[in-house]
């Protein structure tokens, strides 16, 4: 009972996570066209789309992530995976998510950590003339494992729910 509802509670987090931030795309498609209208049409680039447009990218490609684990949209090869039944995929799935999904996670938050704080403490900012700061994006590294980490716990939630289903 309780378990099921913490899968529930992960995977609402990271559902409006995904609905409200998958909105970012659109912001990316306008201020390219601008550019492009711009730069082509005008004559009269700026010198800030090139950065603000990378880093609205970064951030939602990384935001969503989490999301993106929900609905199993990640790369997976699963051709011979496919051909076992419910109960051994979800403890192969189970084994995965313990020797490889979690280490990486935790990795990445403990390093991202690291990497964002470092930017924080000397305002980083990029190398161009626009200079932006670099410390935002950065931080959100910390965001978008911390989410795949809620959701990685939801799906072994899940999948220990598949296994004792089969097992009854």
Request: hydrophobic share 55%; charged share 15%.
């Amino acid at each position: 009972m309780f378990f099921t509802k913490l899968a529930k509670f992960c995977d609402s987090i990271n559902e409006w996570t995904g609905r409200i931030f998958s909105w970012v795309i659109v912001f990316l498609v306008l201020l390219t066209v601008m550019e492009v209208v711009l730069r082509r049409v005008l004559g009269a680039p700026t010198i800030w789309s090139f950065e603000v447009l990378k880093q609205l990218y970064g951030f939602h490609f990384m935001i969503v992530a989490g999301y993106g684990l929900l609905y199993g949209s990640h790369v997976s090869i699963d051709i011979f995976t496919v051909l076992l039944s419910k109960k051994k995929q979800a403890i192969l799935d189970l084994i995965s998510y313990g020797i490889l999904f979690f280490p990486f996670v935790f990795v990445c938050i403990w390093q991202g950590y690291f990497f964002a704080s470092r930017s924080w403490a000397m305002k980083e900012t990029s190398w161009s003339v626009f200079s932006p700061p670099l410390y935002p994006i950065k931080t959100v590294i910390i965001v978008c494992f911390s989410l795949l980490l809620i959701q990685g716990i939801s799906e072994v939630i899940k999948k220990i729910y598949i296994i004792k289903e089969e097992t009854l």
